[in-house]
């Protein structure tokens, strides 16, 4: 359980953010567990809880034996957590930005996504491996890319991407208690926006790899995760205003993705369309578009579509920013094209 301290702090704040609710999730954690310990750069107090005040307070309250500010080296900070992990803790490792994971990409692909394999099972890695990215904040092309799809296809891993502030909570508890590697991803300019959903349960974990319909529709199924699931429920409802309802799927977990959920939606719909921050190229909408269009070929009334960023590098000037990610406006035009089809 929880302590008081914490207990009132929810109650002044009634409908925390996605930015108190991961830090929400790392006290409870860290208090339910004394083997869970947080690593990364500046995560500490003296440093300000990161870059944007996740881990404020950690320190403070459990130590630095278990809240440990590292210096400015990616790889350093997944190889401590994936040696801490062989014995016995479950480190949290903060990755400051999702591009930086290219930095640790031999720790993540080739030894914590891998050891169980190669001990024959005798090694598990439960390590959570945190990250923050997400267009709209005018950061460049070097600290917002979506690479959601690169660790979805490594094998022994499992991707998370939450889009609002009670499965923030639920799925990081339940990345955390997870025997194997775990990619969290966090959208940066979600962290401060107003709380949307149902409300944060202390202690719940949300099952990793199970999908949420958060609008129920007939005419069309949209599947997405993070922030795009905003557009996207933002755009059932103008396409709503025109007749046309459209079923809403929160996917949560990237990998492994909700395949029935999303079937069974679209065995009832008929319509597919995918929609990510990630560009489209060679993305997750293209794995889960392989997969409808082979199950359910025949029962489809129009082809599956995906609506990603454009393929280039994340702009740096405002106007081409905000052409580059998906909109509501665009997700609504494709909507109506599959409707008329």
Excluded at 149 to 158: E, L, Y
Excluded at 167 to 178: H, N, S
Excluded at 186 to 194: G, K, L, T, V
Aim: glycine share 10%; proline share 6%.
């Amino acid at each position: 359980m929880a302590t008081e301290l914490i207990e009132r702090t929810r109650t002044q704040e009634k409908s925390p953010n996605l930015l108190q609710a991961i830090n929400m999730a790392l006290t409870d954690a860290m208090h339910d567990d004394a083997k869970v310990l947080v690593l990364g750069e500046d995560v500490g107090d003296r440093e300000g809880g990161g870059i944007v005040g996740i881990t404020r307070g950690l320190e403070t309250r459990f130590g630095t034996r278990r809240v440990r500010s590292t210096p400015i080296s990616e790889q350093a900070i997944v190889g401590a957590a994936i040696g801490a992990a062989i014995r016995g803790w479950k480190p949290v490792a903060e990755i400051m930005l999702m591009n930086f994971t290219t930095v640790a990409m031999d720790m993540i692909v080739n030894h914590a996504a891998k050891l169980r394999f190669m001990s024959g099972g005798q090694t598990s890695v439960p390590i959570t491996i945190r990250t923050m990215t997400g267009a709209g904040r005018g950061s460049g092309g070097q600290h917002c890319d979506y690479l959601e799809a690169w660790f979805a296809h490594t094998a022994g891993m499992k991707v998370v991407a939450p889009s609002n502030p009670a499965d923030a909570y639920g799925l990081l508890r339940a990345a955390i208690d997870d025997p194997d590697p775990v990619l969290f991803i966090e959208n940066m300019p979600s962290y401060r926006a107003p709380a949307w959903g149902r409300a944060i349960t202390p202690g719940e974990r949300v099952p990793l790899g199970k999908g949420l319909v958060v609008r129920e529709g007939q005419d069309l199924t949209i599947v997405s995760y993070s922030r795009m699931v905003v557009e996207a429920l933002a755009a059932a409802d103008t396409l709503a205003n025109e007749g046309l309802r459209a079923e809403v799927i929160d996917l949560r977990t990237v990998s492994p993705w909700d395949r029935e959920l999303v079937l069974q939606s679209v065995r009832k719909t008929g319509r597919l369309l995918v929609v990510h921050e990630a560009v489209t190229p060679f993305g997750v909408g293209a794995e889960i578009a392989a997969e409808v269009g082979h199950a359910l070929f025949g029962l489809l009334k129009a082809p599956v579509e995906r609506l990603g960023s454009a393929y280039c590098p994340v702009p740096f000037s405002k106007p081409l920013e905000t052409a580059f990610v998906p909109s509501q406006a665009r997700i609504v035009d494709i909507a109506r094209a599959m409707a008329a089809s």
